[in-house]
Nanobody, 127 residues
Framework: QVQLMESGGGSVHYGGSMNLSCVVSGYTGSRYYLGWARQAPGKEREGVATIYTEGSRTFYADSVKGRFTVTQDTAKSTVYLHMNSLKPEDTAMYHC????????????????????WGPGTQVTVSS
């Protein structure tokens, strides 16, 4: 059974930085996607960043490109989200998500939304 557990959320001021971590268990083999999605009250879920575990290819939403970085430590079964230049619009519940294969016709960030989600950690950015 796949399980994902996030940590590292909290509050930060505009322009600040924050790092999220997610410990992953239950995946077999070395080929799957891990990533981060977020949801703010009244807004749709958004795939933010994802990484393919074999080769570490990464994908980012335009809204975070250049500010967020997703990395992995396979030895620790952990995926990270490094967030810089945070804005109030980044305020949301951030969830670690994993999935094995992309849905036909979708991007990795779109497929991310159909994966297995962790319970989430709140990130709040004040102006």
């Amino acid at each position: 059974q796949v399980q994902l557990m996030e940590s590292g959320g909290g509050s930060v001021h505009y322009g600040g930085s924050m790092n999220l971590s997610c410990v992953v268990s239950g995946y077999t083999g070395s080929r799957y996607y891990l990533g981060w999605a977020r949801q703010a009250p009244g807004k749709e879920r958004e795939g933010v960043a994802t990484i393919y575990t074999e080769g570490s290819r990464t994908f980012y939403a335009d809204s975070v490109k250049g500010r967020f970085t997703v990395t992995q430590d396979t030895a620790k079964s952990t995926v990270y989200l490094h967030m810089n230049s945070l804005k109030p619009e980044d305020t949301a519940m951030y969830h670690c998500v994993g999935f094995r294969t992309r849905k036909p016709g979708t991007s990795p960030l779109e497929s991310l939304l159909f994966g297995i989600w962790g319970p989430g950690t709140q990130v709040t950015v004040s102006s």
